[in-house]
């Protein structure tokens, strides 16, 4: 593989102080080899459109998708997998956490033959101690509960062989957690390792909320286990009522103890608690019936407002 394409995909929303610095290291990276540097702007609100249009006009390989709107960054890296042109796709943010100068790595297991090429994090700067936790937590939860495996400690900047780009633009479903999607056919893998850096400027644009959504959206795409743990626990829920009741009337008819009437505290305890039970699994099964909802309205993944240099 003497003669190949990059293809660099940037999703990007309101990252204007850190776009130029990024450009500026990520093109000493990639100007060696063919390329093309898409970045995708997610409804930016900030001047990150006006900076990267500035580039754009000096040099014809950046390249910029704008949104109409928000749609996520998950569909921001989708929408820059569908326009790209390369051989060799590589996704990654701007915000710097992640370093350029590990691409010239990726691309030489590429060329081994690899057809995915992870970067793991062996350490996290800059990261609170509750983000790190619950990311360790979520992966070991999403791998338990799903038959697919998703490597820990890996986020979406990564390189993908065309094969398996080609792939994601045929999926029938909505690309709501790119990284099962990933890993879900069993290509050959291969990971380089680095410590992240915390972001150069600016405060994350994963919030608590998003990354809970992203959680669901990760359990509920890739695993039925779910709603096959609330039958288990409705079973044993109602065995557990029943021993109880027949509990009690042993006590009560054959040895003659106890108070047959129950008390308030155990009436309020079991009613609580039968009723959170109730609600969790509604909640459950609501969660598959929305994706089902979002499936069959078959909208856009996203609406493109402006396309510069493609």
Same mark, same amino acid.
């Given at each position: 593989m003497d003669n190949f394409q990059i293809s660099v995909v940037v999703p990007v929303y309101n990252e204007e102080k850190n776009i130029q610095v990024f450009f500026e290291k990520?093109?000493? +990276?990639?100007?060696?080899?063919?390329?093309?540097?898409?970045?995708?702007?997610?409804?930016?609100?900030?001047?990150?459109?006006?900076?990267?249009?500035?580039?754009?006009?000096?040099?014809?390989? +950046?390249? $910029?998708?704008?949104?109409?709107?928000?749609?996520?960054?998950?569909? !921001?890296?989708? !929408?820059?997998?569908?326009?790209?042109k390369g051989d060799g796709i590589i996704s990654i943010d701007a915000d710097l956490q992640d370093p350029p100068e590990l691409i010239d790595k990726m691309i030489g297991l590429w060329q081994k033959g690899a057809k995915i090429v992870y970067a793991k994090r062996e350490k996290r700067k800059g990261e609170s101690f509750f983000k790190i936790i619950t990311a360790k937590l979520f992966y070991k939860l999403i791998n338990f509960l799903s038959d697919t495996s998703i490597p820990s400690?890996?986020?979406?900047?990564?390189? $993908?062989?065309?094969? +398996?780009?080609?792939? $994601?633009?045929?999926?029938?479903?909505?690309?709501?957690?790119?990284?099962?999607l990933v890993s879900w056919p069993g290509f050959k893998t291969e990971f380089v390792y680095f410590k992240r850096d915390k972001r150069y400027s600016g405060k994350t644009h994963y919030t608590l909320e998003k990354m809970i959504n992203l959680a669901f959206n990760g359990i509920t795409s890739f695993s039925t286990k779910p709603l096959r743990l609330s039958t288990y626990f409705g079973f044993m829920v109602s065995t557990t009522a029943v021993l109880i009741v027949f509990f009690k009337s042993v006590q009560h008819f054959i040895f003659n103890q106890g108070d047959w009437l129950p008390g308030?505290?155990?009436?309020?305890?079991?009613? +609580?608690? $039968?009723?959170g039970v109730q609600l969790i699994m509604i909640g459950v099964l609501g969660e598959y019936i929305a994706k089902i909802y979002r499936e069959i309205q078959k909208r856009p993944n996203y609406l493109i407002k402006e396309k510069i240099n493609l």
């Open positions: 990520i093109i000493k +990276v990639i100007k060696k080899y063919q390329y093309e540097l898409i970045f995708v702007s997610d409804g930016s609100t900030d001047k990150s459109e006006e900076i990267i249009k500035k580039i754009c006009l000096k040099n014809k390989n +950046v390249k $910029l998708i704008s949104f109409t709107r928000n749609f996520g960054h998950q569909m !921001a890296l989708f !929408a820059g997998y569908e326009f790209s400690e890996v986020g979406d900047f990564r390189l $993908l062989d065309k094969s +398996v780009v080609f792939y $994601l633009k045929n999926l029938k479903e909505k690309p709501e957690f790119l990284r099962g308030w505290a155990s009436l309020f305890f079991s009613t +609580v608690f $039968l009723g």
